[in-house]
């Protein structure tokens, strides 16, 4: 992040301008400077008249005929060069602002994703940098064009809402960039699973804390991010550098959804390649449709299975306290039955309250 003290002066001369001071004190024309020099006569004067650069090579020479040092002439030009590119830059935040607007920006600096004050040079500035790009259209090359494919192999450029959405996938790799772990091992993440059913069947306060240790013990990073507005996802499958990460925003704060979506982003780490990247909830373009159906099985085959359904349907009547100890019966939490049946409109909304959870996660 630039520092708020750092001095930039408002002009800074072309080093010409003092070279044609100094040959004006000794009264040297152009042609016999270029002389003396054994530099082309065109050469020195468009460095008089600002239109070429002092080479490391030139200002050695200008010291041996001025007696003045060659750093002098290449800190001169080097303080040009940069003063040159910070105009550019200057412009390249311009050309931003529109962009810029239609980030959620106001949620981003309050979960403290970034900082910026209300001015929309400071909010550029700030989302530059939180991308790690010098320019908007650096993120439209990665975002929306797939330009570099080998790190972000899907467009969002079909998706309603690309800026919010690139954000909070952003901030899944910056939070995955801190979390260090071992190699990625399927078949311990495969011994896992009977774990991680366990803690849904129960649910202890701890559980994402624990759902995080589990995974991160087979290489896997779970993270959670928060949702951000007109970016309806509730979760999300890719690999970064070496290691897979589900990356989820508990989107309805309900424990039957959050549970559904984590085993569903399970079944594309186990079932899925590294080159995947998977976004639910979410159109975009190259969504493999076959391969959310198969992480919807898995993730039903480890929450409630279809022959567990069938079986429990197969009662007269089906109450809370018939639903708690089939629960019970199947090592799941009552909600994933509950959540099912609702669904599918076996029963009604009303029912089941009781176990239906709101919850709340984070990754502290």
Known sequence: MTKSNQYFPETVPHPGATLKEKLGELEIGPKEFAIKTGKPEQTISKILNNQSSITGEMAVKFEKVLKIPAHFWLNNQSRYDEYISRLKFEKEIQCAEEWARKFPIREMVDHGWIQADRTIKSRVIALFSFFSIANKKAWERYYLKQDLKVSFRISLSHANNPYALSAWLRKGEILASDIDAPEFDKNALKSKLSQLKDLMAEQPDDFFDKIKKYCLEAGLKVI?????????????TRWLLNNPVIQLTNRYKRNDIFWFTFFHELGHVLLHGKKDIFLENIDYSGKDLDKEKEADNFAIRW??????????????????????????ECNTHPAMIIGRLQKRGIISYQMGQNFIQKIEISNN
């Open 224 to 236: 959670y991010t928060p949702k951000l507005p007109k970016a309806p996802i509730s979760g999300s």
């Open 303 to 328: 929450t409630f299975t279809k022959e567990e359904e069938n079986e429990l349907l197969k009662k007269t009547h089906i109450n809370e306290n018939e639903i708690y100890h089939f629960a019970k």
